[in-house]
């Protein structure tokens, strides 16, 4: 636990991860940054860990940048600011690139890097009170760190307009847009969702569910080529030979539970 991020790890093995800056709606600043991205590197590394819930305390998921961090920024040099830059795509990659099913509970608003947040998220749950924004524009930037991850999520044809007009939109929107999944009506239902998201989850074998999330990262966009085929049966092939594979199968013909399914 931080000043600035709170972590907790259940019996389950579920991580919750709460950003704790609610007096600036969880804006990002030098600390949030660098313990967002050692807590997500060290929950994916962690084996006890299944599965990663972020959200934020207070109002708002995340404001996207702290105004006093970026007024500092504005005075650093170009190498300064580079680097700067850099430790924010790092946190970003972390979570994106995480081993880990992760689920965001967007309890509030989210805006600039806070749409970068739910986009690197695996799975995301808006309550429908919620409220986002891509709003660099109108301070005089662009959403450049995020956008690999938001245009991903949402599409070029929706990003062409919401980098560009920087204008509010509801959590059904979001929805719409593929930005979330889920909407729920208040925080205890979206919570109530994600637990249900949870179970799924903790039902499903953890190697079989990394190596589920490479396999996106290899396939999403890439021209159907015999390559990419024969990745693809590479991969099958041997999720088959692996001990998960030969336990599930094992655990499906004898109606039992495989041995990573966890209890409810």
């Not at 970026?70 to 830059?85: P, R």
């Not at 956008?147 to 044809?157: E, K, L, M, N, Q």
């Amino acid at each position: 636990m931080t000043d600035v991020l709170h972590t907790t790890i259940d019996d389950r093995g579920v991580a919750a991860v709460t950003m704790m800056r609610a007096d600036v709606h969880n804006a990002f600043n030098d600390d949030l940054i660098w313990e967002l991205h050692n807590a997500f590197k060290k929950l994916g590394e962690d084996e006890n860990v299944r599965a990663i819930v972020l959200t934020g305390a207070g109002k708002s998921f995340s404001a996207g940048a702290d105004l006093n961090w970026m007024k500092a920024a504005a005075d650093y040099t170009e190498a300064q600011n580079k680097a700067d830059a850099l430790r924010l795509s790092d946190m970003l990659a972390a979570l994106n690139d995480c081993p880990k099913p992760t689920i965001a509970i967007v309890n509030g608003a989210a805006f600039g890097g806070g749409v970068g947040l739910v986009a690197c998220c695996d799975i995301a749950i808006a309550v429908e009170g919620a409220v986002f924004s891509l709003s660099e524009a109108r301070l005089g930037l662009t959403p450049a760190t995020i956008s690999p991850y938001v245009v991903a999520t949402i599409g070029a044809r929706a990003a062409r307009r919401y980098f560009l007009t920087a204008e509010r939109f509801s959590a059904e929107k979001a929805k719409e847009i593929g930005l979330v999944q889920e909407t729920a009506p208040s925080l205890q239902d979206a919570c109530s969702l994600s637990h249900v998201m949870l179970k799924n989850i903790l039902a499903g074998a953890p190697g079989a569910q990394r190596e589920a999330k490479a396999l996106i990262r290899a396939v999403a966009g890439k021209e159907i080529t015999e390559d990419l085929r024969a990745d693809t049966a590479n991969r099958i092939a041997a999720r088959r030979a692996s001990l998960e594979g030969r336990e599930g199968l094992s655990a499906f013909l004898e109606k039992r539970k495989p041995e990573w399914s966890v209890d409810q």
